[in-house]
């Protein structure tokens, strides 16, 4: 781990990009005989996205593959910043940081390979899933105890609102 999690603000943290596969599904990828695929995601994971929205903040997906799928549900979960295909993500992330204008310690990444090494080390706050490669793990400021697409990215959410003192407010609807 490359920072002392006592020295991150998690309250300037404004965006959540996430990796998608190994990240917000668990890896798998199931090819159908017409060509199609389809992916496994967690649904906790998906209510913990729609949570990290209503405290006003933003959400984006950087993945290295293209797949109908990520789009169909980054649309189900109201996730606007799709950028799929990107195989040297660092470019996509610093215009995405550009075009929300924001600095990199107002963001927190998680990923699972090689290739969200360059981000995590970036971002605000950079995480590993459980299942992440060791690189990964090694360059991370914190490592889920979730595996990617088994609650990995709720227990991240849960994690950077408890911090920022923002998740009781959130709770309230639910303890009524």
């Given amino acids: 781990m490359h920072r002392n999690l006592e020295s991150i603000d998690f309250f300037q943290i404004r965006l959540l990009i996430l990796d998608l596969d190994g990240v917000l599904t668990d890896g798998s990828i199931f090819l159908h005989a017409d060509g199609s ?3 496994r995601f967690h649904v906790q994971d998906g209510h913990g996205i729609k949570m990290w929205q209503r405290a006003g903040l933003e959400v984006a997906i950087i993945s290295g593959r293209e797949a109908k799928v ?3 549900r980054a649309e189900q979960l ?3 910043h799709v950028l799929q295909g990107r195989k040297k993500k660092l470019p996509t992330f610093e215009s995405l940081l550009s075009e929300l204008c924001l600095r990199q310690e107002q963001v927190a990444y998680i990923g699972d390979d090689l290739l969200d090494i360059p981000l995590i080390r970036r971002a605000g706050f950079g995480v590993a899933v459980a299942n992440a490669v060791n690189e990964v793990k ?3 400021d914190y490592v889920t105890q ?3 697409g088994r609650g990995a ?3 991240v959410i849960e994690y950077i609102l408890k911090r920022s ?3 009781q407010e959130l709770m309230d609807p639910y303890l009524v």
Avoid: H, P
């Fill in 70 to 72: 990520t789009d169909l």
């Fill in 78 to 80: 109201g996730i606007q």
């Fill in 165 to 167: 003192d923002r998740w």
């Fill in 153 to 155: 990215v709720r227990e």
């Fill in 138 to 140: 090694d360059a991370a």
């Fill in 146 to 148: 979730l595996n990617g």
């Fill in 37 to 39: 695929e389809s992916k």
